[in-house]
């Protein structure tokens, strides 16, 4: 059985959407926010992040990209993501990579810009730096998104889940649907959808 250490609003999201649209059983452990970070948990994580999947053999795994893959790829069935041998493959792998290195690290030097500058005063350029990042990748997975329903291929993937969570940590999340209208027709969709209300329920990601 797979065991999730997360906690909510975090990476862990995308993670649970996975385990919970393959319909495989696995046990949840939250991780305080707060408090010294516990020798047991940063021995799987050394850098004190979740999430961190627990695997069936007990090996564990960090990085929630990496992770959707390996999940889309354990569990085929589920059809989380285009198939090995899909043309479309390609670009789950390209957007799936671009998203995690380019807005999600954004989004840390947002919210952790204190650790992305040695001068103290320098941290609401760090912040500023941060938004324009995330507003260039939002912008050219907008123009992806021209023409087509999802992302990638003809359904929904977790490609579609990592983007939607990664906009509703934008600091100006109010500009979403004027600025990137494909973006937010996908979001849309992903609100009424019966697996992403059930976990927005407990992240409180976005307004119910």
């Given at each position: 059985m797979y065991k999730l250490y997360t906690r909510a609003n975090t990476g862990?999201?995308?993670v649970?959407?996975?385990?919970s649209?393959?319909?495989?059983?696995?046990?949840?452990?939250?991780v305080p926010k707060s408090g010294p970070p516990?020798?047991?948990f940063l021995d799987i994580s050394p850098l004190n992040?979740?999430?961190v999947l627990i695997l069936p053999d007990g090996s564990s795994m960090t990085e929630s990209a990496a992770i959707c893959i390996l999940l889309a790829e354990r569990h085929p069935e589920a059809a989380l993501a285009p198939a090995a041998n899909s043309p479309d493959r390609a670009d789950f792998l390209r957007w799936m990579t671009f998203m995690s290195s380019v807005i999600y690290q954004a989004d840390l030097r947002?919210?952790?810009a204190h650790r992305y500058t040695a001068d103290p005063g320098g941290v609401e350029a760090v912040k500023q730096a941060a938004i324009s990042e995330m507003d260039r990748g939002l912008a050219i997975l907008d123009a992806a998104l021209e023409s087509r329903d999802w992302l990638v291929g003809g359904r929904l993937s977790l490609a579609d889940i990592y983007l939607v969570m990664l906009v509703a940590w934008h600091p100006e999340i109010e500009k979403v649907a004027s600025t990137w209208?494909?973006?937010e027709r996908l979001w849309a969709k992903l609100r009424g959808h019966q697996v992403m209300r059930k976990l927005n329920a407990s992240h409180a990601m976005w307004p119910a």
């Open positions: 862990g999201f995308v649970e959407a996975a385990l649209l393959a319909a495989v059983p696995f046990d949840q452990i939250d516990d020798q047991a992040q979740v999430p947002f919210f952790y209208p494909n973006i």
